[in-house]
T-cell receptor, first 109, second 116 residues
């Protein structure tokens, strides 16, 4: 079966760095996405990785290792507004998105 | 770029009525649109995938006669919840993917449906 695993909840301190991991097992791979979802709102796109390596975009970076079925989202200089759920999703061989359950990130002052 | 709108943002209706939700891609042509449902504190659940000009593909367990999807143009898809019941109350979110080889799905702001 297809499976995406990510931690349910993480807590970090304002100004710090946090890494949210995602491991996956899917039938085929056409890229991995990270989305941010604030409570009561729709997801917003953060990043897309299809090749191995690190993609940096401002305070957010996303890493992919296809051989390990592993990705992480790195958030630097955390701000209170970063409190949200972070969703990992993998596009399988049929170009369908398989969603993880999301990681709720709590930022403390 | 890549803006997706949804209308209405909130709907309150009586049990037994039908509700139509519109999803529009504002600055790109969406060959594929997706409809999701999300209950409080739960994951996104894909309901159906719709391709412009063809019938939608529904996920297992989603009643196609209850959730009617129309994707008549490259910028508009509609979801109609027929004979809505309180258990249909949820957050309905659409997303769109363009036809330019980019695989990213862009989400609309969502529609909250409350069936009394």
């Amino acid at each position: 079966g297809q499976n995406i695993d990510q931690p349910t909840e993480m807590t970090a301190t304002e100004g710090a760095i946090v890494q949210i991991n995602c491991t996956y097992q899917t039938s085929g791979f056409n890229g991995l996405f990270w989305y941010q979802q604030h409570a009561g709102e729709a997801p917003t796109f953060l990043s897309y990785n299809v090749l191995d390596g690190l993609e940096e975009k401002g305070r957010f970076s996303s890493f992919l290792s296809r051989s390990k079925g592993y990705s992480y989202l790195l958030l630097k200089e955390l701000q209170m507004k970063d409190s949200a759920s972070y969703l990992c999703a993998v596009m399988d061989s049929n170009y369908q998105l398989i969603w993880g359950a999301g990681t709720k990130l709590i930022i403390k002052p | 770029g890549a803006v997706v709108s949804q209308h209405p943002s909130w709907v309150i209706c009586k049990s037994g009525t039908s509700v139509k939700i519109e999803c529009r891609s504002l600055d790109f042509q969406a060959t594929t649109m997706f409809w999701y449902r999300q209950f409080p504190k739960q994951s996104l659940m894909l309901m159906a995938t719709s391709n412009e000009g063809s019938k939608a593909t529904y996920e297992q367990g989603v009643e196609k006669d209850k959730f009617l999807i129309n994707h008549a143009s490259l910028t508009l898809s509609t979801l109609t919840v027929t004979s809505a019941h309180p258990e249909d109350s949820s957050f309905y979110i659409c997303s769109a993917r363009d036809g330019q080889g980019r695989e990213t799905q862009y989400f609309g702001p969502g529609t909250r449906l409350l069936v009394l």
